[in-house]
């Protein structure tokens, strides 16, 4: 393996968020970086979407949705914290999903390196119909966990529209010499 392109001096823990819309392969980046770098993964969508199954009997995005807009009311990176619980300040580790402009925030100030995930909507919505994840792209598209960072500025962007193969080599790239 090559040397890591962010972190030359290695005095920097290997923090890496990722933000992008739902299904444009998030879940798959960082799989792929968590192997590549051995840190564990983040899931700020894990708690939400239990919650939502014992709730509602579902994972569909209208009821994580729903639960985002109550629970984010109380704190705006409630999911996040709860994620990062048992954290210290020594670990390395990816944040699965960034949504909103909060848990953005707290992701720079815990030293994350930015990654925006992209694909087409077409792709996007075609992968979650293949994982049975019902998503309307006029309704479910729109709300603010799916569009809040859009302008963002970020450390990175990777395109996913191909292969896991052509992923791979996308990030090897990205992030090795």
């Known amino acids: ?20 819309k739902s299904g444009s392969g998030k879940s798959a980046v960082a799989e792929i970086l968590s192997q590549k770098f051995d ?18 009997g579902n994972e569909d995005k209208r009821s ?5 807009d109550a629970l ?4 705006g990176s409630i999911f996040l914290k709860s994620a990062l619980r048992g954290v210290t300040d020594m670990d390395g580790y990816i944040i699965d999903s960034i949504r909103f402009s909060s848990d953005l925030s707290l992701a720079k100030y815990n030293g ?4 925006r995930i992209l694909a ?11 994982r049975g994840q019902v998503f309307s792209l006029e ?5 603010r966990s799916e569009v809040e960072l ?28």
């Open 120 to 130: 087409q909507d077409s792709i996007r919505v075609q992968r979650l119909q293949e």
């Open 39 to 56: 840190v564990p993964i983040i899931k700020t969508g894990a708690v939400c979407r239990k919650v939502s199954k014992i709730l509602f």
């Open 150 to 177: 859009d302008g963002v500025s970020v450390d990175n962007e990777i395109v996913n529209e191909n292969s896991i193969a052509h992923l791979k080599c996308s990030i090897v790239s990205m992030y090795y010499r």
């Open 1 to 20: 393996m090559g040397k890591i392109h962010w972190n030359e001096e290695m005095d920097e823990v290997f923090r890496i968020a990722l933000i992008g």
């Open 72 to 75: 984010t009311q109380i704190d």
């Open 139 to 143: 309704s479910d598209g729109n709300h």
């Open 112 to 115: 994350c390196k930015i990654l």
């Open 64 to 68: 994580t949705q729903m639960l985002d």
